[in-house]
């Protein structure tokens, strides 16, 4: 019996991976997080089309170009909006000071944490005194965490299949590679949350 995913894939896979598709799936995350919308379901919706590295990098290109639009509209069109945006998270204050005495460093260590959410992190960049270059290179930070996610959304496909693995239609080499790729990069992702757990309290230190 063919499930609903299958049915997705089947009717929607030719043009979700034709380079229009991907195109389409990176200016609707970069919208997706321009809007202040969370990304980390569209992105392991990118890691179940793609797999985890392709889903990775179309997330990280997405993720790239909101970040720099939210940035330059916190910085130009809409600065009041973004300021009472901001202003309603303390922690997300203290980092907007904090980065105008750190830039770069700051940057870098909050895009590892998932303590400060994505959207409003760019618009209170956007009002501090940081260089673009700085934000720029902070956008780094994000890596981890895309892979995770999209390892995620890659492993449930994996699992959606796991009938045709036990029946011999699929790769279970495949499977197996999937459940360790996910569950190392889990790790990876605690040892860094576990050396950034203090940005927050640093941050309000510099304020």
Same mark, same amino acid.
């Given at each position: 019996m063919i499930s609903n995913?299958?049915?997705?894939?089947?009717?929607?896979?030719?043009?979700l991976i034709s380079p229009l598709g991907i195109?389409?799936?990176i200016v609707l995350?970069? =919208?997706w997080v321009t809007c202040l919308l969370p990304g980390s379901w569209l992105s392991m919706l990118s890691g179940f089309l793609?797999?985890?590295?392709?889903g990775s990098l179309i997330v990280f290109l997405g993720a790239f170009l909101?970040?720099?639009l939210t940035f330059y509209l916190g910085r130009t069109f809409i600065k009041d909006w973004a300021q009472k945006?901001?202003?309603t998270f303390s922690k997300i204050q203290s980092i907007e000071k904090a980065v105008s005495r750190e830039g770069r460093k700051v940057v870098f260590l909050t895009r590892l944490s998932p303590l400060f959410p994505f959207g409003l992190l760019n618009f209170a960049y956007g009002l501090s005194d940081v260089k673009v =270059?700085?934000?720029?290179?902070?956008?780094?930070g994000i890596v981890p965490g895309t892979i995770l996610y999209c390892s995620f959304g890659s492993l449930a496909l994996k699992i959606s299949n796991f009938g045709d693995i036990l029946s011999g239609r699929s790769s279970t080499d495949s499977f197996i590679w999937s459940l360790i790729s996910t569950f190392s990069t889990i790790l990876v992702v605690i040892l860094i949350l576990r050396s950034t757990k203090?940005?927050?309290?640093?941050s309000e230190s510099l304020t």
């Open positions: 995913v299958d049915l997705f894939i089947e009717n929607f896979s030719p043009f195109f389409i799936f995350y970069a =919208l793609y797999g985890t590295w392709l909101g970040a720099h945006k901001v202003s =270059l700085d934000f720029t290179l902070g956008m780094l203090k940005i927050y309290q640093d």
